[in-house]
């Protein structure tokens, strides 16, 4: 699958545990992949920017608090504002493009108050797939006008068969088209190898590619005309 | 230096008269104060191994790599898996939260100080009966404190043990075992050598865990709660990050050698490593980097404070390790230098406040104990059982003990997927595999233990941990290879613990012979009595296989119209089933002889199972363990979603053949039977067909029961008693 060119950023954090999990993920799609620390600024070079999963600052106030004060985070609103590429947050990094409000709502507390590491079906564009969470602060809520924004922009995704942590509406994860962000709590990088037992990640992956592709092929077509 | 050191200093500090005069016999004086409190923590059980070391030096360490550093490994192509138990009793006992979840931060430390990843966590956890408050919040707390720690450091949680027993009421036993892995020509010793800047990076050093060693080192009683500020305080994001910082620490060619800090904290990680070194330490106690005002010399080198590691650098590199720390936020210190004297030596303000040899600190006293056998075990030996209840509630009653029942409630708040190594999922088969794509294969984790058999007969019941732990390791398609050990029992100095002591360290030793796995590690926990109760004595085995290829892996479910075969002996009225889980759910009872191993006969089958695995024959492989002949059976229908019927009894006593515990047996399923069989004939091994898997049924000889019912006893037992 390589001569794609695509190239992927892996930002880490202090407190980040999902980072080499989701490299070798990209990798395993020939993206060329780097991780970049917490202080980055210069994002341009990424055909996608993942914020992965983990304790960024060991999630002290509330899970991805901290972490929207960082530098790399700055550089992502310009990022997302010229439509460079994909900006995607899984787990705690869901958490934390939902406390820096680039996607809406937020994600509290499991509704049994439990830390819940287990294979979870889902919804995935009409087709039921199985991939692993691993999260204490995975209930997502919204108020009813954000629900309302998220059914007319057809955000909602990814949604659980089996509601596992009490999220309103089903909600697992939620794609943003106009600016091209998606956060996700369920881990598609986990769910890559055979190895695992479970390769229902890739059809993320793939999706995903197959969006840079046409993002960069739509970008080719404005330069070409702007010329 | 101050001179003088009264008797009620030394005894307050916990030294008998015996050591306090071994100690000036060695030193040819008087220590002096700080000199005193420096071997009253050295010299303590859980440093010093007292009463244990003469008798491990029983184990066999043949084959095992890095064997007496912090932790030990076995190679597996060109890396070494490190692996290491050890345990966090007395602390979780007191602080159930913060002691199980520094438990984890301190073996976590001993795998990094090799230079290894960490990749995996298993733990083995006893608590008093679930129904009594008091042990349902410690179970509560450790398992949230390990879900705390071990899901924050980004280490998956990938198996482990739960045992509910009223021994283990005061004195709950936290075993964490991790692994991890390194390249084998990176690996790093604890030895230094003379002339080279020692330097400490992590956490400030504050007053927390100051005499943990010596509290680890005790019964606890009424007034161990007042012992609260020994128990250490973990902050695991500090955690990940040193250990992302240490491990690139590590890959600079400066860098010597690496401690970790655990008990006893600065004094004994520095003064390993010149005692390993054999040469000479000076330390600035002034240097460190402290946490509060007013420390004293004695509490900077005897505090337990967490996620702190000690780098000995050579000059070129010092500049490099400062950076390195600085761009993780983490502070360090450079505390002074390795020397050619072969004097460990303390400053404060540059004045010289302590000066011993390394090696009298090192080498505590070695305490010879009891070996004759205690009355009880002839006590014991000769109960008999002679009750019955309906076999229909007897299953429904075990089904539902929290020793047998489902751990969903407990693994299903580890994060047991991050790393994305998991190959083998709590649950799917008798040890955990972790995918190690370094070299193609997965390794099988297994951790158990029998307090019961080994309180009926140290030396037998001591042995058949280690084979349970490799049928656990077999019936998942693992060739077992090493061993790490646990070693939890009572105060040394009482001699029923003594001869339980050594028994069955004897017996770990023998069965670790015969399996031709090395003991690459180990720790071993004393006083874990009150003055009401004391545990069964509990030597924990923790063990790693390997297998070349995923595709090699057994799970523990059988699926629709296979058949079901008992690979090993079946039990008459005469098997010896002493010690078997039912007696003591059922009718707590303990009592009557245990059943010995037979290392040709395990052998055996591990050859017969690999080889009908490699044939394509088996369908659900399972060791028969806790739950006997039933709990099996029940185990491979539950995960295959399938039934059974067939029969199970073949002998007078019906719970004896259901539950009973004897060595040697696994239950597997095949689709193909005559090829099966075909093997098993040429291996000449003792098997019985058991029956079908039937869809939704379970019916063996004249019983039937309803499957649903069973699987929601089996399911929610643990839940619903911890959410009542």
Redo the contacts between chains.
């Keep these: 699958m390589s001569g794609k060119n695509i190239k992927a950023g892996v930002i880490v954090f202090p407190g980040t545990n999902c980072d080499m999990d989701t490299k070798r993920a990209c990798e395993f799609f020939g993206w060329e992949t780097e991780f970049m620390w917490h202080d980055e600024t210069s994002l341009d070079k990424y055909d996608v920017v993942f914020l992965p999963g983990g304790f960024s600052y060991g999630d002290y106030i509330r899970a991805g608090r901290l972490a929207r004060f960082s530098p790399v985070l700055m550089a992502l609103n310009g990022y997302v504002a010229k439509k460079r590429g994909f900006l995607v947050g899984i787990c705690n990094g869901f958490q934390i493009l939902c406390e820096a409000k680039l996607l809406p709502g937020i994600l509290s507390v499991n509704d049994n108050t439990k830390f819940i590491c287990e294979e979870t079906r889902l919804s995935f564009e009409g087709k039921e797939i199985t991939l692993p969470i691993a999260h204490g602060e995975g209930r997502y809520i919204a108020d009813e006008n954000t629900l309302q924004e998220i059914k007319s922009k057809k955000m909602d995704f990814l949604k659980y068969t089996n509601n596992p942590n009490g999220s309103i509406e089903d909600i697992a994860g939620l794609w943003d088209k106009e600016n091209n962000i998606i956060g996700m709590m369920p881990h598609p990088e986990r769910a890559i190898f055979a190895e695992t037992g479970n390769t229902n990640g890739r059809s993320f992956f793939e999706m995903l590619e197959s969006y840079i592709l046409s993002l960069r092929g739509e970008a080719l077509a404005s330069t070409r005309q702007s010329k | 230096m101050q001179t003088e050191t009264k008797p009620e200093l030394y005894k307050a500090l916990g030294l008998t008269d015996f050591e306090y005069a071994e100690i000036q016999k060695r030193l040819g004086r008087e220590p002096n104060k700080l000199e005193t409190y420096l071997f009253s923590a050295m010299w303590s059980e859980h440093c010093g191994y007292m009463h244990s070391r003469k008798y491990l030096s029983k184990f066999p360490i043949g084959g095992a790599v890095s064997h007496g550093e912090n932790a030990g490994g076995i190679q597996i192509g060109e890396h070494v898996i490190v692996f290491k138990v050890e345990s966090h009793n007395h602390p979780s006992a007191v602080e159930p939260f913060q002691g199980a979840a520094t438990g984890i931060g301190g073996i976590i430390r001993d795998i990094l100080a090799i230079g290894a990843r960490p990749i995996a966590l298993l733990d083995s956890l006893k608590f008093g009966k679930i129904t009594d408050n008091f042990s349902k919040h410690i179970f509560d707390g450790v398992v949230r404190g390990i879900?705390?720690y071990g899901?924050?450091?980004?280490v998956p949680t990938v198996a482990g043990e739960v045992g509910f027993d009223e021994s283990y009421t005061d004195s709950p036993l936290v075993n964490v075992m991790a692994v991890g892995i390194v390249k084998k020509d990176k690996i790093r010793s604890a030895k230094a050598e003379p002339n080279k800047v020692v330097i400490v990076v992590g956490s400030h050093t504050g007053r927390d865990g100051i005499h943990g060693a010596s509290f680890a080192s005790k019964e606890l009683n009424e007034n161990s709660k007042e012992d609260r500020p020994s128990v250490q305080v973990g902050?695991?994001?500090?955690k990940?990050?040193l250990i992302e910082a240490t491990l690139e620490i590590l890959d600079l060619k400066e860098v010597q050698s690496c401690q970790d800090f655990g008990a006893a904290g600065l004094l004994s990680s520095s003064s390993e490593m010149a005692y390993k070194g054999e040469c000479g330490i000076d330390l600035h106690l002034d240097r460190v980097h402290l946490r509060e005002d007013g420390m004293q010399p004695w509490e900077i080198m005897l505090s337990e404070s967490q996620e702190r590691m000690l780098f000995v650098v050579e000059e070129e590199g010092v500049e490099k390790v400062l950076n390195i720390a600085e761009?993780?936020?983490i502070p360090s210190s450079i505390i002074g230098n390795t020397t050619e004297t072969g004097c460990f030596k303390l400053f404060w303000n540059a004045e010289e406040v302590a000066n011993l040899p390394p090696e009298i600190l090192a080498e505590a006293p070695k305490y010879t104990l009891n070996e004759e056998e205690p009355e009880y075990i002839n006590e014991y030996r000769n109960l008999t059982l002679d009750k019955n209840i309906p076999i229909n509630e007897a299953v429904e009653k075990m089904v539902c003990d929290p020793n047998f029942a489902s751990k969903k409630w407990v693994?299903?708040?580890?994060?047991?997927?991050?790393?994305?190594?998991?190959?083998v999922?709590p649950a799917q088969s008798g040890a955990a595999g972790i995918?190690i794509?370094e070299e193609g294969g997965?390794i099988g984790l297994a951790i158990d233990s029998n307090g019961r058999q080994v309180f009926l007969n140290p030396h037998e019941g001591a042995k058949n941990s280690v084979w349970e732990c490799c049928r656990n390791l077999i019936s998942s398609g693992f060739k077992p290879l090493g061993v790490t050990d646990c070693l939890n029992y009572g105060n040394p100095e009482k001699d029923e613990v003594a001869y339980q002591f050594v028994k069955s360290v004897e017996g770990i030793a023998d069965a670790c012979r015969e399996a031709k796995a090395p003991v690459v590690s180990g720790n071993v926990s004393f006083y874990n009595e009150s003055p009401d109760r004391r545990v069964f004595p509990t030597p924990t085995i923790g063990m790693i296989g390997y297998t070349n290829s995923?595709d090699k892996l057994l799970k523990a479910a059988f699926s629709n119209k296979e058949t079901v075969i008992l690979l090993g002996k079946e039990i008459t009225d005469d098997s010896n089933t002493g010690g078997s889980l039912y007696q003591r759910v059922l009718y707590d009872f303990i009592g009557g002889e245990v059943d010995k191993t037979n290392a040709d006969l395990e052998k055996k089958f591990e050859e017969t199972i690999f080889e009908l695995r490699d044939n394509k024959l088996i369908g659900g492989c399972i060791d028969v363990s806790e739950g006997g002949l039933f709990g099996a059976v029940f185990e491979g229908v539950k995960n295959g979603n399938t039934g059974f019927k067939g029969s199970l009894i073949f002998c007078k006593d019906e719970e004896k053949a259901l539950f009973g515990e004897i060595t040697g047996r696994y239950v597997i399923s095949t689709a193909e039977l005559e090829k099966t069989k075909k093997i098993l004939q040429s291996k000449q091994v003792q098997y019985k067909i058991l029956g079908k898997c039937v869809n939704n049924i379970m019916e063996f000889d004249k019983y039937s029961f309803d499957l649903r019912k069973l699987y929601d006893l089996y399911d929610k037992s643990i839940e619903l008693e911890m959410e009542r």
Excluded: L, M
Aim: aromatic residues 16%; charged residues 25%.
């Design positions: 879900s705390h899901n924050c450091i980004g902050d695991p994001f500090i990940k990050v761009k993780y936020e693994y299903r708040q580890y994060d047991h997927t991050v790393g994305t190594r998991t190959a999922k995918w794509h997965v995923a």
